[in-house]
C-alpha cells in the first residue's frame, strides 16, 4: 500500500510561482500530477518515471511546470512557473504500479492540495 501526502499549495498572483511536493510511503514507479478545477474533470498533468528520465506533459503547462523526483526521498515535485489563473485547481499527486507513464489508471492519490491564482 502506498499512501501519498501532498503539501505547497497556496494563493498567487498570476505570473507567480509555486513548487508542490509528493512525499510517498511505500514503493512507487512511475508518478504523476493532476489537477480538478471546479466544475470540471480531473485531468493529467505531467508524469514522470521511476528514473526520472522520462516526463509528459499536457499542452496547456508545457514549457511553465517540470515535473522532478527525489527517489532517495521518496518525493516528487512539480515547479509551477508563469501561474495563470486557468491554473487554479486542486492538485493531486498519483502513483502507479508500473514504471511507465501513462494519463489515467492510477493506483493510489493523495488528498489533494488547492492552488489558487489571482489575475
Known amino acids: 500500500q502506498v499512501q501519498l501526502v501532498e503539501s505547497g499549495g497556496g494563493l498567487v498572483q498570476a505570473g507567480g510561482s509555486l513548487r508542490l511536493s509528493c512525499a510517498a510511503s511505500?514503493?512507487?514507479?512511475?508518478m504523476a500530477w493532476f489537477r480538478q478545477a471546479p466544475g470540471k474533470e480531473r485531468e493529467f498533468v505531467a508524469g514522470?518515471?521511476?528514473?526520472?528520465?522520462?516526463?509528459d506533459y499536457v499542452d496547456s503547462v508545457k514549457g511553465r511546470f517540470t515535473i522532478s523526483r527525489d527517489n532517495a526521498k521518496n518525493t516528487v515535485y512539480l515547479q509551477m512557473n508563469s501561474l495563470k489563473a486557468e491554473d487554479t485547481a486542486v492538485y493531486y499527486c498519483a502513483a502507479s504500479r508500473v514504471n511507465f507513464i501513462v494519463r489515467s489508471s492510477y493506483s493510489y492519490w493523495g488528498q489533494g492540495t488547492q492552488v489558487s491564482v489571482s489575475s
Open positions: 514522470i518515471d521511476w528514473s526520472g528520465s522520462t516526463t
Open positions: 511505500g514503493r512507487t514507479f512511475a
